[in-house]
């Protein structure tokens, strides 16, 4: 699936560079996309590393079992393979707490830190796991309760009311949300019943 | 709404203190612990590289070659006739695939319709309420090195859908 996607992006964007007569676009994109690629990864290096430094003592001082207690019947449902009290599932809590705060940069490092967890908790497989999906599944529809960025560009363009979207925003991330783990458990089970 | 602006910015200090003061009292070596977890931070970076610039590459040469905007007019017709204002459709359908290029149309439509216009608000709330599904499967997937990713991108995408139908719906009910 991701191969074929990727392929035809490429070649798609050729055959209409070629009929549009962009092909000069097509060479500066294959450089810019690069290196803008790695660029977000530099800036990732210190964001990552700040971050799970202080995740790990967050787990030494056992702040994500105890989060993980507090949050736990209602994760429990939503990832019912991750075993009770595994490190996992307290990463996975930290993910959605920052995402809700619109700390998009906070939960990237938790949220990676969840699936190396779970990558282990599924034997070390490169397959991913049914957790794995649903923890992606909930991070693409990203539950939002303060959208900083959109709100500061609001400020930026003289908004009379920058927040009042706020409302509109976690109403919909809501309800993305809500679609977000329908549509994972729908393939989940029409996993397992091709599988019977 | 003072207040929302004030948890945003009290979150992060709070979260390190906090951290840092239970460490401190159950006795976990704060800066040794901290030194440990961060070199796995420098590593993780790196290993994302390769998964991103594979990505990205190929985005924006679908992006630059005009394909995008051809497929963009290509659902128009059909997304206006649900009732998705025609200004709104390019950031709908780039919304999944590129970050920085929803931000970069989102504050181009706030800057020509105003930000209280409905336009504004509109893909202000779309802005909001999805994240980049190409991004994110990249980066988690690619940082712990998983290759086979199941239905991952399938439910990633019907979820960016209902959310955009959502905030559609949603804005449309509140502010019209």
Redesign the interface.
Same mark, same amino acid.
């Not at chain 1, 700040?50 to 967050?58: D, E, N, Q, V």
């Not at chain 1, 030494?60 to 702040?63: E, F, N, Q």
């Not at chain 1, 303060?146 to 709100?151: D, E, G, L, S």
């Not at chain 2, 612990?33 to 961060?38: C, P, R």
């Given at each position: 699936? &991701?191969n074929i996607?990727?392929v035809s992006?490429?070649v798609?964007?050729? @055959?209409?560079?070629g009929i549009?007569g *962009?092909m000069d676009? /097509?060479n500066?994109? &294959?450089f810019?996309?690069?290196k803008?690629? /790695?660029v977000?990864?530099?800036g990732?290096?210190s /964001?990552?590393?700040?971050?799970?430094?202080?995740?790990? @003592?967050?787990e030494?001082?056992?702040?994500l079992r105890a989060l993980s207690w507090v949050l736990r019947p209602v994760a429990k449902r939503l990832f019912p393979d991750i075993p009770k009290d595994h490190p996992a599932m307290g990463y996975i809590l930290s993910n959605m707490s920052a995402n809700m705060?619109?700390?998009?940069n906070?939960a990237?490092?938790m949220?990676?830190k969840a699936?190396?967890e779970l990558?282990k908790l599924n034997g070390g497989s490169?397959?991913?796991s049914r957790s794995? $999906?649903t923890?992606?599944?909930i991070?693409?529809?990203?539950i939002?309760l @303060?959208? *900083?960025?959109?709100?500061s $560009?609001?400020m930026q363009?003289?908004? /009379?009311?920058?927040?009042?979207?706020?409302?509109? *925003?976690i109403?919909?991330?809501a309800?993305?949300?809500a679609?977000?783990i329908l549509?994972?458990r729908y393939?989940?089970y029409r996993?397992t019943n091709r599988r019977m | #709404?003072a207040w929302?602006?004030a948890?945003?910015v009290w979150? !992060?200090p709070l979260?390190?203190a +906090?951290?840092?003061v239970?460490?401190t009292?159950?006795r976990?070596p704060?800066y040794e612990?901290?030194?440990?977890?961060?070199k796995?931070?420098?590593k #993780?970076?790196?290993s +994302? !590289?390769p998964y991103?610039?594979?990505? #990205?590459?190929? !985005?924006?040469?679908?992006?630059?070659?005009?394909?995008m905007e051809?497929f963009v007019s290509l659902f128009r017709p059909a997304l206006e006739m649900a009732g998705v204002p025609a200004e709104i459709v390019p950031l709908a359908l780039i919304r999944?695939l590129s970050g920085?290029g929803a931000?970069g149309m989102?504050?181009d439509l706030?800057?020509t319709h105003?930000?209280?216009s409905f336009i504004?608000?509109l893909a202000?709330? #779309?802005?909001?309420?999805?994240?980049?599904?190409f991004y994110?499967?990249t980066?988690?997937?690619g940082?712990?090195?998983?290759?086979?990713?199941?239905?991952?991108?399938?439910?990633?995408l019907?979820?960016?859908v209902?959310?955009i139908t959502?905030?559609i719906i +949603?804005?449309s009910l509140?502010?019209l």
């Open positions: 699936m &991701v996607i990727w992006l490429f798609i964007g050729i @055959i209409f560079a549009n *962009t676009k /097509v500066s994109a &294959v810019d996309g690069a803008e690629a /790695v977000i990864c530099i990732l290096i /964001v990552l590393t700040f971050w799970l430094g202080l995740m790990r @003592i967050a030494k001082a056992g702040l705060f619109g700390l998009g906070a990237t490092p949220g990676i699936m190396e990558k490169n397959e991913a794995m $999906i923890l992606l599944a991070n693409t529809a990203s939002t @303060i959208p *900083t960025t959109v709100i $560009i609001r363009y003289g908004s /009379v009311s920058p927040t009042e979207i706020v409302g509109t *925003t109403l919909a991330t309800v993305s949300t679609g977000a549509t994972d393939f989940h996993r | #709404m929302i602006t948890i945003s979150l !992060i979260i390190i +906090i951290v840092l239970a460490g009292l159950k976990v704060t612990i901290f030194v440990e977890g961060a796995e931070g420098v #993780m970076s790196f +994302i !590289i991103l610039v594979g990505m #990205m590459v190929a !985005i924006s040469v679908f992006r630059e070659s005009g394909a051809f999944p920085t931000l989102t504050s706030i800057a105003g930000p209280d504004g608000r202000s709330t #779309m802005q909001g309420s999805t994240d980049t599904t994110v499967l980066v988690y997937f940082a712990v090195g998983i290759k086979k990713m199941g239905d991952a991108l399938k439910v990633g019907i979820a960016d209902i959310g959502a905030a +949603i804005v509140v502010f």
